[in-house]
């Protein structure tokens, strides 16, 4: 597609219940970040990959958190057993390779209640 | 390990006016690039600039302008006659530069309002 793209843009669910956030990253772009912005702050590094493997998970904040992403394009960030304090924006950006500049998809705002 | 700081949470101003966005870091890489973007009330984060640690000239594109020192650990982002357009969070970011990705550590961001 033209750009990156987050399904669902907005997701409510009960604590203590799985969700899966969906990214599309550009067509092409062999890197692929999340990132989670918590309100009124900035955008902090969950997990990068190259192509199909995490190359980088070290801002995965618990065991709750996963990322997968098969094929090289598709993403998925799974969250288990929801808890309050993850409510937040979900961003996910792709790039062309490591020394270029990211694209930022709108994010996928949940709310965990 | 990398920090970004945005010492200013929120600044207003009156169209057409200059604005001023402050940006320290700290890091103990010697190579790094440097970065800012725009977040507009959509929640994309729009790219605006990349500097990398080598190059020091200030850079001007259209209405934007940046400073990039660093004797000080700054990079500050200046906009010239303001537009309402304009109002939106504006985050500065950090990231060492690395064969194996660049996952970028962000400061917290300036809120930007411009009233018309």
């Known amino acids: 597609g033209a750009g990156v793209s987050q399904t669902p843009s907005n997701k409510v669910t009960e604590k203590g219940k799985y969700v899966e956030l969906r990214c599309d990253p550009i067509s092409g772009h062999t890197a692929l970040y999340w990132y989670r912005q918590s309100l009124g702050q900035g955008p902090e590094f969950l997990i990068y990959f190259q192509g199909t493997g995490a190359a980088d998970d070290s801002g995965l904040p618990n065991d709750r958190f996963f990322a997968v992403r098969p094929e090289g394009s598709v993403s998925t960030l799974k969250i288990q057993r929801t808890e309050r304090g993850d409510s937040a924006v979900y961003l996910c950006?792709?790039?062309?390779?490591?020394?270029?500049?990211?694209?930022f998809g709108s994010g996928t705002r949940l709310t965990v209640v | 390990a990398q920090k970004v700081t945005q010492a200013q949470t929120e600044i207003s101003v009156v169209e057409k006016e200059d604005v001023t966005l402050d940006c320290v870091y700290e890091t103990r890489d010697t190579t790094y690039y440097l970065f800012w973007y725009k977040q507009p009330p959509s929640g994309e984060l729009v790219f605006l600039i990349r500097r990398n640690s080598f190059d020091e000239q200030n850079e001007i594109s259209g209405r934007y302008s940046w400073n990039f020192q660093k004797s000080t650990s700054s990079f500050n982002f200046t906009i010239t006659a303001s537009q309402v357009v304009d109002s939106a969070v504006y985050f500065c970011?950090?990231?060492?530069?690395?064969?194996?990705?660049?996952?970028?550590?962000f400061g917290g961001g300036t809120r930007v309002l411009v009233k018309p």
């Open positions: 950006a792709s790039s062309p390779g490591t020394d270029y500049g990211y694209t």
């Open positions: 970011a950090l990231t060492p530069i690395k064969a194996a990705g660049n996952k970028l550590t």
